[in-house]
Antibody, heavy 122, light 106 residues
């Protein structure tokens, strides 16, 4: 079965760079159509999509955060890494990664990690 | 960016009630509209994709409809485990935006 799990620091200081790793199993990021996305959700607020990397290495980044985000994949290790620079207290949120399914007719995120709460504070 | 406007932001309901949540896109998104359920402290759970297709394992009391820019999630005969927050998301084009969420409370 497909599983994903986020890992990384739970506390970062303002201006620091956040590096989160999504380690997955049950699928290959070499498979046509597959992707892994990152999302976040500040406490009590709505979900926000951040980034997506496709099986072919193509990527999409949130325009509002593009200058701060990097997404990479390590297919051999079944990992996707998200980095976010210049962290601010407003970036405090639970960060999720998710598997993206695509079959030519539908595109959706069907398997999600449990999430990791990242707090930005000095 | 495509804006997703969800309403209501919250609603009170009872077990057995029928609940309707709407989601409006700022431009056409074809059928790339998905619905998620989320419980406190938990990850989103995919309920419906492609406007109306139930994800495997999702009870048939959940249904989705709509086209173009206007979409609806219906829950018939609300069950205790359905009290949660529901969010729509468009995957028509990047950025893959969500609605603001609808909290279904007792």
């Amino acid at each position: 079965q497909i599983t994903l799990k986020e890992s990384g620091p739970t506390l970062v200081k303002p201006t620091q760079t956040l590096t989160l790793t999504c380690t997955f199993s049950g699928f290959s990021l070499n498979t046509h159509g597959v992707g892994v996305g990152w999302f976040r959700q500040p406490p009590g607020k709505a979900l926000e999509w951040l980034a997506l990397i496709y099986w072919d290495g193509d990527e999409r980044l949130s325009p509002s955060l593009r200058s701060r985000l990097t997404i990479t994949k390590d297919t051999s290790r079944n990992q996707v890494v998200l980095t976010m620079t210049n962290m601010d207290p407003v970036d405090t949120a639970t960060y999720f990664c998710a598997h993206r399914f695509y079959n030519g007719e539908a595109r959706y995120f069907d398997y999600w990690g449990q999430g990791i709460l990242v707090t930005v504070s000095s | 960016d495509i804006q997703m406007t969800q309403s209501p932001s919250s609603l009170s309901a009872s077990v057995g009630d029928r609940v309707t949540i709407t989601c409006r896109a700022s431009q056409t998104i074809a059928t790339y509209l998905n619905w998620y359920q989320q419980k406190p402290g938990g990850a989103p759970r995919l309920l419906i994709y492609g406007v109306s297709t139930l994800q495997s394992g999702v009870p048939s009391r959940f249904s989705g409809s709509g086209s173009g820019t206007d979409f609806t999630l219906n829950i018939t005969s609300l069950q205790p485990e359905d009290f949660a927050t529901y969010s729509c998301q468009q995957t028509y084009s990047s950025p893959f935006t969500f609605g603001g969420g609808t909290k279904v409370e007792i």
